[in-house]
């Protein structure tokens, strides 16, 4: 699996280049996961199903499961680690995990000069690529120009 981290501050691109990247990747024929940060409390179950009633009881796992689709609703402790889920997705060629901005992994940065702040990889000399819509003297590629991203993503 390789994975390709998309990252970049509030509202300047993140999820429509994972979009843009996972449709690009499939059309290719690649199996693609993704993984999604959020800094956001999640509660996804609706008051009153029987999973959530699962999950008011004490269970720390409720898996829901339909004939074309699986949920699952886990307690945590502590975050988990980005390397933790890698372990959890079922086998694919390509993982976009979107907002984790700090690590080790390889990161392309999602950049918007409307954001009104500089680009991450001004700080941050590890992120291994910028995206912008502007031209910006750090920028290795144009925000829409998904094929060359894509390509520099698997080649890199």
């Not at 280049?17 to 690009?24: D, F, I, M, S, Y």
């Not at 339909?66 to 980005?82: G, I």
């Not at 372990?87 to 940065?109: M, N, Y």
């Not at 409307?114 to 925000?143: K, Q, S, V, Y």
């Amino acid at each position: 699996m390789r994975l390709i981290g998309i990252i970049g501050r509030k509202d300047c691109g993140k999820t429509t280049l994972t979009e843009r990247l996972v449709a690009h990747y499939v059309a290719q024929g690649l199996t693609v996961s993704t993984l999604k940060r959020s800094h956001h409390s999640l509660d996804l179950d609706t008051p009153g199903t029987d999973s959530h009633r699962h999950r008011m009881a004490g269970a720390r796992q409720v898996v829901l499961a339909s004939d074309a689709r699986l949920h699952c609703f886990e307690e945590l402790d502590a975050p988990m680690p980005l390397e933790t889920l890698m372990t959890r997705l079922a086998p694919c060629d390509i993982v976009l995990a979107e907002g984790w901005k700090s690590g080790t992994h390889f990161r392309i940065e999602a950049w918007r000069a409307a954001c009104g702040a500089p680009p991450l990889i001004e700080a941050d000399p590890t992120i291994a690529a910028l995206a912008a819509d502007t031209p910006h003297p750090r920028a290795h590629f144009a925000l829409d120009d998904i094929a060359a991203i894509a390509e520099f993503a698997c080649s890199t």
